[in-house]
């Protein structure tokens, strides 16, 4: 069965609220009213199924220790505002290294961090502290330790090399987990009940390479209240001639889309063998599913999407439609530019392949999972670079703005337009593909490097669905397309 997460690249829900009962307590954060009488326990797991090892990148391992989780009722509280619960005391005393890329302990869950009860209310954020690289002599540790002197968060590649996963202050300061990357709304903790919160870690979209080869977390993490019996949304993916598994790579999105309507990836995990993947534990609510691969001799299929589909949904099998005559998928490859007024601009920026389908009378923009192009005889492996850094000059093209940083970027796509499935009382019946241009959004998001995805620059976000000679942005099966510029400016 496929692991269940991204990225995340798995990240989930949590919470209602209660009725108050009693004196309310007013707290500082930005937030009042939303804590009651009574106590209430919670318990706290973490998944992450890994889209990016091998063949389908080079991480083999990402180890992670964590020495604490918390929680508050404030939207807006910052990292030293009063008021945080800790929701796992017991890693104050024995801290968790976990391998992210591991399997899971049960079906859905990769690792149990603990429980607490703490006051009824209905909590706006989460945060997950980690053991620093270089403790103090009195911080605890863990008694093992994977990283092998390379700090106590790292990485392994697939040469088995470890590398040490710099955390700059997120150590002391967490790993946040913002309202708005809690699906289906804060945290409800009831007075004299239980409530089971699971936190993804979207570990295949929080790492980003330096150019000194360094690896630093911008991590990308959602959190969740889940049911107690695991329910999640399961498929099987078919060649839609043979009805058998693909023979290759096949990757699948968990999507719901963000306040600008964009379905943004919530988890993303790899099909196995037979083609079955089982996302979970998820929370209640409706969700998109896209599924992307590429079959024997790097033969693309189409992306396929299933909207509006709810937790506890097995959609059965999911037919992906060969593209007939490609030897490979469409390649986009761009650049990406940051200034500062007159000086150059540090930012870390995540790149998207968007396509457009149909969602009733409307349209939808669906984001879709990048992959990789296998190696073959005569040409290297291509990786999709959806995460990068934009922190040095000595790599800016032809036209660049002057005084700018510079970074080039690479994604991986289907050169076909999107099938989509549509819920029947007799099943889901997919649409063909249709013909003729395969258009492409390239969309950039800019984010201060290691805030744990504080936006910057203005805007913030720029989407770009021309060409480099201002021509629409089209896939073309095993051709390589240059993508128009992005330039961010104004950033800090």
């Not at 090892?53 to 990292?79: C, E, K, L, W």
Request: charged share 10%; glycine share 10%.
């Amino acid at each position: 069965m496929a692991r269940n997460s991204r990225p995340g690249t798995f990240l989930l829900a949590l919470v209602s609220i209660v009725a108050i009962a009693g004196i309310i307590v007013s707290c500082s954060g930005g937030s009042s009213n939303n804590m009651v009488s009574g106590m209430g326990t919670v318990n706290v797991s973490i998944s992450d199924p890994p889209s990016c090892m091998p063949p389908n990148g080079q991480f083999m391992h990402v180890y992670v220790t964590v020495r604490s989780v918390q929680a508050h009722i404030g939207a807006t509280a910052g990292d030293s505002t009063s008021g945080w619960q800790e929701l796992a005391p017991q890693l104050a005393s024995a801290p968790m290294q976990i391998d992210l890329f591991s399997k899971p302990q049960t079906t859905c869950i990769l690792a149990r961090l603990g429980s607490a009860s703490l006051p009824a209310g209905s909590y706006q954020q989460i945060r997950l502290l980690l053991v620093s690289n270089s403790p103090a002599a009195s911080d605890t540790i863990p008694a093992n330790n994977a990283c092998a002197g390379n700090g106590f968060n790292c990485v392994v590649l697939e040469d088995s090399t470890i590398h040490e996963l710099q955390l700059s202050s997120q150590a002391n300061t967490g790993l946040k987990i913002p309202p708005g990357q809690i699906v289906g709304g804060p945290l409800q903790v009831t007075a004299g009940q239980s409530v089971d919160l699971n936190i993804d870690f979207n570990a295949c979209a929080s790492i980003v390479q330096e150019g000194n080869g360094k690896f630093r977390l911008k991590p990308t993490l959602t959190a969740g209240q889940v049911s107690a019996n695991n329910s999640g949304i399961t498929g099987k993916v078919v060649d839609s001639v043979s009805n058998a598994p693909i023979v290759g790579n096949v990757q699948v999105a968990i999507e719901q889309p963000d306040s600008t309507g964009v379905d943004r990836i919530v988890m993303q995990g790899v099909a196995d063998s037979n083609g079955n993947f089982n996302f979970c534990p998820l929370p209640t609510g409706m969700f998109d599913i896209v599924v992307v691969g590429i079959g024997p001799a790097n033969v693309p299929y189409n992306a396929t999407t299933v909207l509006n589909v709810p937790n506890g949904t097995n959609l059965g099998a999911i037919p992906l439609v060969a593209e007939v005559g490609a030897t490979a998928p469409a390649v986009f490859q761009g650049f990406v530019t940051a200034t500062n007024g007159g000086a150059t601009g540090t930012i870390d920026v995540s790149i998207s392949a968007l396509q457009t389908v149909a969602s009733g009378a409307a349209t939808l923009q669906i984001t879709i999972p990048l992959q990789t192009i296998p190696a073959t005889n005569t040409n290297p492996e291509v990786d999709s670079t959806g995460l990068i850094s934009v922190s040095a000059n000595t790599n800016c093209p032809t036209g660049a703005p002057a005084n700018s940083n510079c970074a080039p970027y690479t994604l991986v796509v289907p050169a076909s337009n999107p099938s989509e499935g549509i819920f029947s009382s007799s099943g889901f019946t997919y649409s063909t593909p249709a013909t003729g241009d395969v258009l492409f959004t390239a969309d950039a998001r800019a984010a201060v490097p290691s805030s744990g995805g504080t936006p910057d620059c203005m805007p913030s976000e720029q989407m770009v669905s021309k060409d480099a000679t201002a021509a629409p942005l089209k896939a073309l099966p095993a051709t390589t397309t240059n993508v128009a510029e992005i330039d961010f400016s104004g950033c800090t």
